[in-house]
Each structure stands twice: as C-alpha cells, then as structure tokens.
C-alpha cells in the first residue's frame, strides 16, 4: 500500500512524502491536535451549508416565485448532485490530489457558489420582482435561472469534494498500526457526528430565523461567512496534518479487476501462492498496512492468476496487460468494497425511515396545534429534537459510558457494530411505529372536531423525533464507522462517497416508495393512502406500517446475512491487532508476518 506521509511545510507536493514507516514517537504531525483544526473546519462548513439547504425550498418559493413540480425538482436534482459528486471527489482525491487539496478545492468551490447564491439575496435584479397578494407571479428569467443555477453548481461539486474527504481525512491523523491510534478512530467517528450535529441545531435555530423572519441576506451572509472562517481554520492547521499520497486510481483498479476475472472465468485450478501475481512491495511501505491475500469473495482471485507467465509477465516479472492480469493487491482493494455491500444495504432501509420525518412527520407537525403557552413552535424545528437526542447519546456514549466501563472491565469497554446496528434498526421500527400510534390520534382528533388543524399538542410528536435521532446515532455512526474501518486507509476516501450515496439512494428510494403507495392503494378506485393537500383525508399512518414492516425485514436481513460480514470484520481485527501487540512487544519479526 505504501502509506506515504506529505510534510505539508514543503512547496512541492512531490517533495513532500515522507516514510509513514518512522517510529511513532518521531511522528510529530496528525493525531487530536490536528482533528482540532479538521473538527473546527467540519464545523463551521456544515454550518455554512445546512443553513442554506435546510431553507432553500422556502427561499426558491418566496424569493424566486418557484412552485409545483418545478420546485420540487430543482430542489431535488440539486440534493441528489450534491450527494453523488462525491464519488467524483473521491476519485480525485485517491488519483491526483490527495485529500487535503480535493478539501481545499471543494471548500473553495463550495464558497464561491455560496457566495453567488448570497448575491442573489441581496440583489432585487438577480430576481424576479415580489409576488404582492394573489396576482400573478413573474417567472424568473432565464439568465436568472442560470446564474441561480451556477451557484447551486458549484455548491454541489464543492460537496463532492468535501463529503468525499472530510471523515477519511480526520482518520488519516490517528496511526491505526497502535493501540491508542485505534481507540482514538473510534472516538473519532463520534465526535464527528457531535460536531456536526452541533451545527445543524444552530443552523436550524438561530441562521434559519434570521433568514426568515430577519433579512434573507443577512441569513444567507452569515453561513458564507462562517464557510470563509472554516477555510481560514482549515488552512491554519495545515502544518500538523498527516497526508497521504495518492495511491491511484481505486475505481479503474476495481474496474480491471472485474474485467480480469470476467475474462478468466472459465479456469478451473485452484489459485496457490504460486500461481497469483503479487508485485514485490517497496521498501519504503508500511508492512502493517498491505494487503495480503484473503480466503473471502475467491472467485475475485481469478483475476490475478498466472496462466501463462511468458505472455502475462515480461522479463522483470511485471504484468504486460494491468487489465488482464491485476496484482493480488488490486483484487484485495475490490473485495473490500464487495465485503461493504450488505452492511451498506442494510444502513440504506434506516436512512429511509430517518427521511419520513424529515418530510412526512414535519406535514404531521403542521396540521397540528404547535402553541406552547404564547409561543407557535415552528414546524421545522422539530427536527431539533432528533439532533439534540442524537448528540446527548453521543455524549453520554463517549464521556460517561465507555471511560467508566473501560475503568471496571480494566480494558476498552466498546459496544460492538453489531450491537449498534442492530439497536438502530430496532429504532427505527419503534420510530415508525411510534409515528403511525400518534397519526392515528392526531386525524381521529382533527376528524372528531371536524378542523383541518388537530388538537393534539407538539409535544405528542416528541418520541418519533427522537427515535429517529437515535437510529441516527446507532445505525448511520456505526455504518461509516465500518465503511471507513473496512477499506484501507488509502480507500477512506471511497468510503466516504459510499456513505453519502446510500443517503442519497434512501432519498430516491423513498420518493419511488411514495409514489408507488399513491398509486397501488388508490387502484380500483380506492382513496389512496397518500396524496393532497389535507392528511386528515389521507391514511398515513398505513404508510408509517408499511416503513416499519421494512425495518423488520431488514432487521432479519442484518441478523442473518449482514452482520456476519461484520463478524469476519471484528474477527480478523482482532487477529491483526494481536499480531501488532506481539510486533510492539518484540514476540514476532515483520518478516514472520509475510506469506
């Protein structure tokens, strides 16, 4: 694998590398000094970012005089962009740039459309003019649109760069061949998670009323100010990042693989030692961190067997066709990805349910009565409930939990992945089956009074907010837990344009589950579950069962299917890091460890 460090205090990127292979107490760079910077930098992005997406369907309808299908598909295609370009990022980070430059580069891309979208706020001709009472409103002109559209461009590929890099990078600091570097990782993805939950309650807080009941400028201003400030921290903190270089392309190498194998399908020896391809490692690589061959996904090996060592290798015993012939390495790197697959499946049925509230349950809150004494709860808000739950978890996972049980059991107290995935599906049932118990009270109430806004208080909505926080802390943290702890260090990058495309997939497999429940339940001239204007005509707590049964299967899906992925994960975890304890203690040479 060649884990290369990039001295950043050097001007030419080839200059840069230095042997990840010094001794630990030589390596000065990386560890919580530079997660502060990075925590510090994901904070205010994310600040800056959900202030202005969280809004942006209320700022197209009332600044842009948007509305209907329109809207919904400006909003939506933008979202989905936002969520795939972080395979691109993910691409040129691990390729070309590294990470720190793709973060920087999409930092950069990201505050210039922010900036673009701010003008837009503050400039009445970059608009279409005020929509006054019931008159007809003016639709936006297509230079208007355009440049409209070039800012939410390039936010969208400023996210690529950004969501594809910003987890890998905070991992890349902590040297995962220690003990303490490990504990450290696993901190890490929590702390994470609270730093950017912390934004989003401010966001959805303070920055959102300012924009809409304050001045949409001044909203819009100051998420571009605190993206500013998170690229001035970022930059600050450069000189005790660890950087690792670029190792290739991860996606033409799996490509090959692929290729490789397909056209090798039909060979029927058994793959040995001697019959596979593995190019000598350098030197200067950390021996901890290759790639050996594994026992799993075997018929992957066929790619990099040897059938005829005169036409697939020349004189120095390298590969003459890279897409015929693909080192052991190469085939290793793909199994990783297929070995996340059935994990990542199943965190995608806990995301669709999070989205229900998101949509649905904010619909639920708006036909009910949201007065608390003299106050109007506003709708949106709710969404607070599942942050803050998210983070007091979180909170009380990290800094009361596993210290205290550490302390009793005299080593790392930890719940394992499985435990945690399989509490956030649980979570995500009873966050369904919550929402259907209370939706049923709230139409039988708004019925009975014959009203289109229900009786029922806000603070009834409460527990399905809440569990959908907690399926975010058990299931999505220990989801890119995995994802980022499966994958070599040199892949963290992929791994996290994964995670954000399996959010993106439940958004789309969601509006596809909507309009499929519209249409099936309103044939043969049915009234349809979903659809309209009024949830007191609707029967959505139908739906909200229909969600949760898919929790159920996806929970007997994680039992018996997923989670053992997982287990051959932990297990060969704990395999590796006996093996360095011995390493660290004298017991066993490196040289031992090669096959």
């Known amino acids: 694998m060649g884990e290369e460090i990039m001295d950043a205090s050097h001007s030419s990127p080839e200059d840069e590398h230095i042997d990840s292979n010094v001794p630990h107490s030589a390596r000065k760079k990386g560890g919580w000094t530079a997660i502060a910077f990075i925590l510090g930098n994901e904070s205010f992005e994310k600040l800056a970012s959900v202030s202005l997406i969280s809004n942006m369907t209320t700022y197209l309808r009332i600044k842009y005089n948007m509305g209907g299908v329109f809207l919904v598909n400006v909003v939506s295609i933008w979202s989905g962009c936002s969520n795939i370009t972080p395979i691109a990022g993910a691409f040129l980070a691990d390729a070309h740039l590294g990470r720190f430059l793709t973060l920087l580069f999409g930092s950069l891309a990201s505050f210039l459309g922010m900036g673009m979208v701010t003008l837009t706020a503050g400039i009445d001709e970059l608009r279409p003019p005020h929509c006054q ?31 594809a890099c910003n987890i890998a990078f905070g991992a890349d600091q902590f040297d995962t061949n220690t003990e303490k570097g490990r504990s450290q990782l696993k901190s890490f993805f929590n702390w994470w998670y609270f730093s950017f939950t912390i934004a989003l309650i401010i966001a959805l807080t303070i920055v959102i009323y300012i924009q809409t009941n304050i001045s949409w400028f001044i909203g819009f201003l100051i998420p571009t100010c ?33 290729n490789a194998a397909f056209r090798k399908r039909h060979i029927r020896t058994v793959p040995t030692a001697n019959s596979l391809y593995d190019r000598a490692t350098n030197e200067s690589e950390n021996e901890l961190s290759v790639l050996r061959h594994s026992d799993r996904f075997n018929y992957l090996d ?16 390298v590969a003459t066709d ?15 990805v297929v070995g996340i697959l059935p994990v990542w499946l199943a965190g995608i049925t806990c995301f669709i349910t999070m989205e229900q509230m ?20 506003p709708p949106g808000w709710m969404g607070l409930a599942s942050m803050i739950s998210l983070a007091i978890w979180i909170f009380i996972y990290e800094c009361l939990y596993v210290p205290n049980a550490s302390k009793i059991s005299k080593k790392e107290a930890r719940l394992s992945l499985q435990i945690r995935i399989k509490i956030g599906i649980l979570m ?19 019925v009975k009074e014959g009203t289109f806004i229900s009786p029922l208080g806000i603070v009834f909505f409460l527990p399905q907010f809440i569990l959908s926080g907690l399926t975010e802390a058990f299931a999505a943290v220990s989801v890119m837990e995995f994802l980022n702890n499966q994958v070599p260090e ?17 958004s789309y497999l969601n509006t596809l589950i909507v309009n499929s429940v519209e ?4 044939l043969h001239g049915r009234k349809p579950w979903l659809g309209g204007h009024d949830l007191n005509e609707n029967r959505l707590e139908r739906f909200y069962v229909l969600i949760a049964g898919l929790g159920v299967i996806n929970f007997i899906y994680f039992h018996f299917i997923a989670s053992h992925y997982i287990q051959n994960y932990e297990e060969s975890k704990r395999r590796k890091t006996v093996l360095e304890d011995r390493v660290d203690a004298g017991f066993v040479d490196l040289a031992e460890k090669k096959p």
């Open 302 to 317: 066929k790619a990099a067997v040897i059938v005829d060592r005169s036409s697939e290798l020349n004189a120095e015993g």
């Open 519 to 522: 249409m099936l339940s309103g």
């Open 428 to 446: 995500s049932i009873l966050c369904l089956s919550a929402a259907a118990l209370v939706e049923t009270r709230r139409r039988d109430l708004a």
């Open 226 to 258: 605190c993206l500013a400030l998170s690229i001035m921290i970022f930059l600050i903190g450069r000189n005790t990042y660890i950087r690792m270089k670029p190792q290739g392309c991860v996606f033409i190498d799996m490509a090959k693989v692929i």
């Open 358 to 377: 998101n949509t649905f349950g904010v619909l639920q809150v708006i036909q009910s009565n949201t007065k608390v004494g003299n106050f109007m709860i």
């Open 322 to 336: 890279s897409w015929r012939l693909c080192n052991i390495e190469q085939v290793e790197r793909l199994k990783c």
């Open 490 to 506: 040199t892949m963290r990058s992929v791994a996290g344009a994964i995670f954000f495309l399996s959010l993106s997939i439940a």
């Open 133 to 163: 009472g019931n008159e007809r409103c003016e639709e936006p002109q297509k230079w208007q649109l355009a440049y409209l559209f070039a800012g939410l461009g390039f936010m969208a590929i400023g996210s690529g760069g950004i969501r």
